[in-house]
């Protein structure tokens, strides 16, 4: 596992949840709700494929860990 990896809390939801109708992402996090839906059933790999796409979109990676 990378560093990175381990930095990261366990989730990219930061406790903001309203859902953007324009695009359908969280205005918190930047999930879409597929990605918040299936967020618990991801394994390592589908995680850090989301992780790479919210930090690639500028969205904050880091935060507290309740989802």
Do not use: F, K
Request: net charge negative; charged share 30%.
């Amino acid at each position: 596992m990378s560093d990175v990896r381990r930095q990261r809390p366990a989730s990219p939801c930061v406790q903001i949840c309203r859902v953007r109708p324009a695009d359908s992402l969280c205005e918190g996090c930047g999930r879409t709700l597929d990605e918040i839906t299936a967020w618990s059933r991801l394994d390592e790999d589908g995680r850090e494929a989301v992780w790479q796409r919210l930090e690639a979109e500028g969205w904050p990676v880091s935060g507290s860990d309740p989802a």
